[in-house]
């Protein structure tokens, strides 16, 4: 059974830093690229960054790009985000998935508890 366990959040001031992580199973994870999202309250689920299988490329979107860092440990099964200067737009859950590297678009439907962000100005 896929499964994804994310930690790591919390409140921080703007300006601030958090590290996540995201414990994966139930697949190969060394298969797949992998993505972290995030949903604000009212609005949608948005990938914010993706990673190859391998680890060696990622992608940001804009309003993350230089701010945050994608990273993965296939051994450990486990992905990271290491958020830095955080502004109070990133308040939001963030959750990882398998995804598509080109599209983007998730692999699986189910999604882990996600991990709250909360920025504070």
């Known amino acids: 059974q896929v499964q994804f366990v994310e930690s790591g959040g919390g409140l921080v001031q703007s300006g601030g830093s958090l590290s996540l992580s995201c414990a994966a199973s139930g697949f190969t994870i060394g298969v797949y690229a992998m993505g972290w999202y995030r949903q604000a309250p009212g609005k949608e689920r948005e990938l914010v960054a993706r990673i190859s299988n391998s680890g060696g490329s990622a992608i940001y979107e804009d309003s993350v790009k230089d701010r945050f860092t994608i990273s993965r440990d296939n051994g450990r099964k486990t992905v990271y985000l290491q958020m830095n200067s955080l502004k109070p737009d990133d308040t939001a859950v963030y959750y990882c998935?398998?995804?598509?590297?080109?599209?983007?678009?998730?692999?699986?439907?189910?999604w882990g508890q996600g991990t709250q962000v909360t920025v504070s100005s």
């Open positions: 998935n398998a995804l598509n590297y080109r599209t983007g678009s998730p692999m699986w439907n189910n």
